[in-house]
């Protein structure tokens, strides 16, 4: 399978952890009609018309540039307790195979970036070897948004015990390689992360240009209807008002630069290009890499 393209200086590969469906009505603001009326856009890739259920991918984006191994989100991990989200407690993927079979050593991996602090964003920073947690990234540095970190941590209003899980087993452990931001941070010449708030109060993007533009947008958009309705809210949204700002924002941004947007959840070819399109927008390209 065809996981990896080229960005102008940069390359962009494809990590494959997993993919599950969801209800539909996870998207409150969307008619049910509206999936029908997408269908050219959703069908076959992210949404299952007679199950009534939408698709989803968890994996990893790895971004080389500028003498950097960077990876972009982390996926769910293996051997967490997730009682608040049955289909991923206690997974079991073939995800670190499949991330040395891409040519990558966890050990060799300089920067990742978690978008954001939810349970299947930060699962492989970390994984289980003789009964207690380890960095799956040794020598990388973990860039967190801050006020996620501040936000689903002790007092915080975010905190809950689902989050005191993810954080015991995903974050606290790798406590001595984390670097928290706030504002704009330049990772590297090519690279840069910037704030954008809504799906969490830490969500962020990360824009790539080494030559040809592109941005990661982690849970920015779930599936591409809200490509078309911006303004249609998912329910892990924590603040809907601000994600719909934001994901309008960002999708303006990207259209104007021509870029490849990077969700964290689409299967198919895994990101559009995003063109302006009356009150919305519409998909006028896919990357060039294969379909899943």
């Known amino acids: 399978m065809r996981n990896r393209m080229a960005l102008g200086e940069a390359t962009v590969t494809r990590i494959v952890e997993t993919q599950i469906q969801m209800r539909t009505s996870l998207f409150a603001d969307t008619p049910a009609q509206a999936w029908a009326d997408h269908s050219d856009l959703l069908e076959p890739h992210f949404w299952d018309r007679d199950a009534g259920l ?32 049955p289909p991923l407690d206690h997974l079991s993927t073939d995800f670190l195979d499949a991330f040395t079979a891409a040519g990558f050593d966890p050990a060799a991996v300089d920067v990742v970036v978690n978008t954001h602090l939810h ?31 501040r936000f689903f941590g002790p007092g915080g209003e975010g905190e809950n015990d689902g989050m005191r899980t993810v954080l015991a087993d995903s974050v606290i452990p790798v406590t001595d390689q984390i670097r928290l931001w706030t504002d704009d941070l330049a990772l590297s010449a090519s690279l840069r992360l910037r704030p954008a708030a809504g799906h969490t109060p830490g969500s962020s993007v990360l824009w790539l240009d080494a030559g040809s533009p592109a941005v990661f947008v982690g849970d920015l958009t779930h ?18 008002a601000a994600a719909r ?18 969700p964290a959840h689409y299967p198919g070819h895994g990101g559009p290009v995003i063109v302006a399109s009356g009150d919305g927008f519409d998909v006028d390209g896919w990357a060039s890499i294969d379909t899943i």
Do not use: K
């Open 223 to 240: 599936c591409p209807i809200q490509i078309r309705r911006p303004d249609d809210a998912c329910a892990f949204d924590v603040d809907p």
């Open 245 to 262: 700002g934001t994901r309008r924002r960002v999708f303006t941004e990207a259209a104007r630069a021509n870029a490849i947007v990077f």
């Open 54 to 85: 939408w698709r989803i991918a968890m994996q990893s984006w790895v971004v080389e540039v500028d003498g950097l191994v960077v990876v972009v989100d982390t996926g769910v991990g293996n051997d967490r307790e997730r009682p608040h989200m």
């Open 119 to 149: 349970t299947d964003h930060v699962g492989w920073n970390t994984h289980l070897v003789d009964g207690q947690w380890v960095p799956t990234f040794p020598n990388a540095r973990y860039v967190m948004p801050e006020p996620d970190y």
